[in-house]
């Protein structure tokens, strides 16, 4: 849903809902946040409006509750159809989509094993009002609710080096989207899917899930969704040392993300939308994979892929960075990097950072490693996951 086609849902113009959505910019009356929230199928108490005078004609600030819940003011707007609908499912739904939206965005700065648990249980509580729901329509809109929490299981499984269950939850939640019927759902957890194969090092298999999502998609595939899809397809050929194939997906994978902004706002599931700073981590993390060590330190790249907000990300992406370094012999800023990446994986019990971390050191061999080396190979030692 754009800011206007909002705005005409609630009676206002497109620049007043630019500064609704603009976190901390004004004050904003009560009935006005209340029509925004019935509009997108957002529980009138997630808004904060349960706590104030129920008279509807006082003004709030908004700037503490805008930024303090920025989860729900930055999900993607649910469809106008689906949010509009009167029967309880609506509501929920809309609810559980949003609370799943917060364990992402909390999952950047919160290490998985903290997670984890709560994530399980907010998918238990889905599968529970899903098998309350009515009828086939209701139980397809809650599996679709599910199969995103069911990927969201698997995304903290992964982070957390258990590559078993991340497959379990993965395919769990594809089902789950088959269930919904919904292709372009389907498509990014197969995708999602994919991109955890290109990292376990199986190419191929990552390969022939980017093809079935597209597939899934059609020809008419939202620019997040192919620029994605394009980035994913980069790095499982820089892993498989193909660079001619890697230089093509990232170079579709630039043409996409150009044309995002023109688009409406990512469509559900994306919780995040994709950019040039997106674009130069793929860059980085390929060139890091085919051992180009220009693609890992362009300053400007490597600037924009470590501005990111996503900690877990940054630390993989200050890795694939030290492995450039690596790479021209700058022993030392190779391996003052890496110390800061395993202390950001330590920091946020991340398994994944740790693991990528030993498979960094494996690629250094000297009978004689100086100190700094030295100094890593003991935090490694002393590390435990």
């Known amino acids: 849903m754009t800011q206007r086609q909002l705005g005409e849902a609630c009676g206002l113009s497109q620049s007043a809902m630019s500064r609704l959505e603009d976190r901390g910019a004004g004050t904003y009356n009560m009935s006005l946040l209340a029509s925004a929230a019935s509009h997108l199928g957002i529980p009138p108490n997630l808004v904060g409006l349960a706590d104030y005078d129920r008279n509807g004609n006082s003004t709030v600030e908004r700037r503490e509750f805008l930024a303090g819940v920025a989860a729900v ?46 994530a399980q249980a907010h998918l238990r509580l889905i599968q529970r009002v899903a098998s309350q729901a009515p009828d086939t329509s209701h139980k397809a809109r809650m599996a679709a609710v599910g199969s995103e929490a069911a990927s969201l299981v698997g995304w903290l499984a992964w982070d957390m080096a258990d590559h078993g269950s991340a497959r379990i939850w993965y395919g769990s939640a594809i089902k789950a989207a088959r269930t919904a019927g919904d292709p372009l759902l389907a498509a990014y957890q197969t995708g999602s899917l994919a991109q955890f194969e290109v990292e376990a090092g199986n190419t191929a298999e990552g390969l022939r899930l980017i093809t079935r999502a597209r597939r899934q998609l059609g020809p008419d595939l939202p620019a997040i969704a192919a620029a994605w899809l394009a980035s994913i ?71 924009a892929a470590l501005s990111s907000g996503h900690e877990k990300q940054r630390a993989l992406l200050t890795l694939d960075v030290a492995t450039g370094h690596l790479s021209t012999s700058r022993i030392d800023s190779a391996f003052a990097l890496a110390t800061l990446a395993v202390h950001d994986g330590v920091r946020l019990r991340s398994g994944r950072v740790v693991e990528r971390a030993r498979a960094f050191r494996r690629t250094y061999t000297s009978p004689t490693p100086p100190g700094i080396v030295r100094d890593f190979d003991t935090l490694l030692h002393d590390t435990y996951l």
């Open 233 to 303: 397809e980069a790095v499982a050929h820089a892993t498989a040392d193909d660079e001619r194939a890697t230089e093509r997906a990232l170079s579709s994978c630039e043409q996409h993300t150009a044309r995002v902004p023109r688009e409406d706002p990512p469509p559900w599931p994306w919780v995040f939308s994709f950019d040039e700073r997106k674009v130069a981590s793929c860059r980085v993390v390929c060139g890091a994979r085919l051992g180009r060590s220009r693609w890992t330190l362009t300053s400007s790249e490597v600037a």
């Open 73 to 118: 003011a930055a999900t993607p707007a649910i469809p106008q159809h689906q949010a509009t609908r009167p029967d309880w499912d609506s509501g929920q739904a809309a609810a559980l989509r949003v609370a799943t939206a917060a364990f992402r965005r909390l999952d950047a700065n919160i290490g998985s094993r903290d997670l984890a648990d709560a």
